[in-house]
């Protein structure tokens, strides 16, 4: 019988300095993942909370004295011979010369700059839930007028959302190129992102990202899109995560999470499910299914950087 996992519960802090730099720390030699970048931090220890541990762990790595604040994201990462569960904090406040006291090698990281660094599988979730919005709305079906459709857009838009994917199955191609050239104006307007669904000649045309659909991943030899452009992909389980991770997708969206009226006849995955598939990836994940805004502190309870859908951001009835 092949031995169990060890299981290992990780706390790590989000620690910036004045000019609002982000700090990480190198793996030294003769440890897991030697060379690779990291938050800073170490075991949870047993009878210590994740607030403890933390400070602790900071104090013996760094020298500072740190005050622990809320929590960022909490990933479940599978490794061959460990099962391990990221528990990242942002750290409000701290004294003290921060040095590397067990020889570890130090970086102060511009925030924009943190995805250029090699890390752990379970790292890169955190630079996501860091720099990218943890909401992704779905644009409805356009229907029969393009303006309350566009009006439903601002209104998402004015709320704060910043990543929009378009999307209207079915609807002509004329008309759903004039409705997405209008959507775009719209979106750049206020800085937001912008997927297209499926449609990757249009969207390198448009110079906007592409939002690839489960059944496009296995057709594809390679990334559709540059490095500087969006490629978001839709999956629904190990299969799917595993293709938009080898074709380089900067993100995917998991589900269904819960119940949805748009497909009462398939039984959702649940949060529990979502972790369990969330451990097997290191891309950048938001839940779609059932859930809405209010669900993005349970989302990144599970891993997920957000939250994805329609009717939680769209009017539709």
């Not at 020889?103 to 890390?119: C, S």
């Not at 937001?192 to 045309?205: F, H, K, M, Q």
């Not at 080898?246 to 979502?274: E, I, N, Q, Y």
């Amino acid at each position: 019988m092949a031995e169990a996992r060890r299981s290992i519960h990780v706390v790590a802090g989000v620690i910036r300095d004045a000019r609002g730099r982000v700090l990480l720390a190198r793996r030294t030699e003769g440890r897991d993942l030697a060379g690779l970048w990291e938050f800073p931090g170490g075991k949870c220890e047993p009878g210590e909370t994740p607030e403890q541990a933390l400070a602790r762990e900071l104090h013996e790595e760094l020298g500072i004295d740190a005050r622990v604040g809320a929590a960022l994201i909490r990933v479940p990462q599978q490794y061959p011979d460990k099962a391990l569960v990221l528990d990242v904090r942002i750290v409000e406040a701290w004294t003290g010369a921060v040095r590397g006291r067990e020889g570890q090698a130090l970086a102060w990281v511009p925030a924009d700059k943190l995805a250029r660094y090699d890390m752990p599988p379970a790292d890169r979730p955190v630079v996501a839930a860091l720099l990218q919005s943890p909401v992704y709305a779905v644009t409805p079906a356009l229907g029969d007028d393009l303006d309350p459709w566009l009006e439903r857009l601002a209104s998402a838009l004015d709320s704060g959302v910043r990543r929009v994917q378009l999307r209207s199955p079915g609807t002509p191609p004329e008309r759903w190129r004039s409705a997405v050239e209008r959507a775009i104006e719209r979106c750049r307007a206020v800085g937001a992102e912008v997927l297209l669904n499926g449609d990757i000649e249009t969207a390198r045309r448009l110079r906007i990202g592409v939002h690839l659909r489960a059944a496009q991943l296995g057709t594809l030899d390679a990334r559709p899109l540059g490095p500087d452009v969006l490629v978001g992909a839709s999956c629904h389980d190990a299969h799917d995560l595993a293709a938009a991770e080898r074709l380089g997708c900067d993100f995917a969206v998991l589900g269904h999470v819960a119940a949805t009226p748009s497909h009462p006849d398939k039984s959702p995955m649940g949060w529990t499910g979502f972790a369990a598939l969330r451990e097997h990836t290191s891309l950048p994940l938001y839940a779609i299914g059932g859930v809405g805004p209010a669900d993005i502190d349970i989302a990144r309870g599970h891993g997920a950087q957000g939250v994805a859908g329609i009717r939680g951001f769209f009017d539709v009835g």
